[in-house]
C-alpha cells in the first residue's frame, strides 16, 4: 500500500478532541476538517454550547457519512463519560482543561482535580480502547517559572515549573498544569502509553467559539482596557491559535515525535510584551508604569 493511500485512511479513522468548543478545540476541529479527517470524536463539557462547530467549513461530510463531527457531552471528572468519546479513537487530543484569569474560590476543586484526574479519565480511556497516540495539550505554565533555571540560558523543554514558588504566589493554574503533566507522564511510563506533549504560550487570535472569551485572549483584553496588574511574576511568550492547531495535528502525525514541545515565539517578562502590544496599538491606554515594571 503506497504512502498516500496510508495517510488517507488513517484520517478516515476517529480521532477525539476533548474541550472541542473552546478557543483552541475549535481550532483544532477546524484543522483537522481542513486536513481530511471525516471522523471526529468532539468532546464538550456538558450544557456548553458547541453549535459553531457543525457550522464549520466541511463539518458535513458525503454519504454514507453526513456529519464528520460527532459532540459527546462529557465532564472530565465523569470517566464512564470521558470513555464513551474516546470509544472507537485511534487518536486522542487531549485539549481541555480549566483556566481562568479570576482567583479560584477552591484551587483543588477548580482546577487541580480537573487537571490531574480529568487526564487520568482521558489517558485510562485511551488505554482501555488501543488509541495510537494522545497528544496532551499541556502549557508553558508547565514550564516556567523556574527561578533556578540558570539566568542566561534560554528556557527549553527540560524545565518545568516551581510549584512551591507558584503556591506561595497562589498561582493556581501553572500548579494544575504541571500536576496534570506530570500524571500524564507517569501514567505512560507505566502503561507503555504513547503520549506526546505540546506547550503553547499565551495563545491569541481570532475567536471562533461564539460570545465567550477565553482566558489566553482576555489577558490582551484586559491589557488593551489598562490594567494595573504589573505581573511582575508572570513571564510569557505569545503564539497564533493556528499555529498551535497545526502543531498538535504535526505531533499526532509524526511517529518520532515524543516527549515536550515548546510552542512560541520566545519568552518574555510581562512587561515586555505590554510594551510590544503598546507599540502595535498605541490607541489603546496601556499604562506606562505597568510597562515599565
Known amino acids: 500500500m503506497d504512502e498516500k493511500k496510508k495517510r488517507k485512511e488513517k484520517k478516515e479513522e476517529a480521532v477525539c478532541v476533548t474541550g472541542a468548543n473552546g478557543f483552541l478545540g475549535s481550532w483544532l476541529v477546524k484543522t483537522l476538517l481542513e486536513e481530511g479527517y471525516t471522523r471526529i470524536h468532539a468532546s464538550v463539557y ?9 457550522n464549520l467549513p466541511a463539518a458535513c461530510g458525503l454519504p454514507p457519512h453526513d456529519i464528520n463531527i460527532t459532540i459527546f457531552e462529557a465532564d472530565l471528572l465523569d470517566a464512564d463519560a470521558v470513555a464513551r468519546a474516546i470509544e472507537d479513537c485511534h487518536g486522542v487530543f487531549h485539549v481541555a482543561s480549566p483556566c481562568t484569569l479570576e482567583d479560584p474560590t477552591d484551587p483543588q476543586a477548580e482546577l487541580v482535580l480537573p487537571a490531574v484526574q480529568g487526564t487520568l479519565n482521558v489517558l485510562q480511556a485511551a488505554l482501555r ?11 508553558i505554565s508547565a514550564m ?15 524545565s518545568w515549573t ?14 494544575s498544569k504541571t500536576l496534570g503533566e506530570k500524571a500524564a507522564w507517569d501514567f505512560a511510563e507505566k502503561h507503555g502509553l504513547d503520549v506526546v506533549a505540546i506547550h503553547p504560550a499565551t495563545c491569541l487570535g481570532p475567536l471562533l467559539q461564539p460570545s465567550t472569551l477565553n482566558a489566553s485572549c482576555a489577558v490582551l483584553l484586559n491589557l488593551l482596557h489598562g490594567s494595573d496588574d504589573t505581573q511582575e511574576y508572570h513571564w510569557l511568550g505569545a503564539v497564533h491559535v493556528q499555529d ?12 518520532a515525535a515524543s516527549g515536550r514541545y515548546l510552542c512560541t515565539n520566545g519568552t518574555f517578562q510581562f512587561s515586555h510584551f505590554a510594551d510590544t502590544v503598546s507599540k502595535l496599538y498605541p490607541q489603546f491606554p496601556l499604562h506606562s508604569w505597568v510597562i515599565a515594571a
Do not use: I, M
Open 129 to 139: 480502547f488501543g488509541v495510537r497516540r494522545v497528544v496532551l495539550t499541556s502549557s
Open 244 to 255: 498551535v492547531a497545526k502543531a498538535q495535528l504535526l505531533l499526532f502525525e509524526t511517529p
Open 46 to 54: 456538558p450544557a456548553s454550547d458547541s453549535s459553531h462547530l457543525l
Open 144 to 158: 516556567v517559572p523556574n527561578p533556578s533555571w540558570p539566568p542566561h540560558k534560554p528556557f527549553d523543554e527540560s
Open 162 to 175: 516551581d510549584l512551591d514558588y507558584c503556591k506561595a504566589r497562589q498561582k493556581w493554574y501553572p500548579v
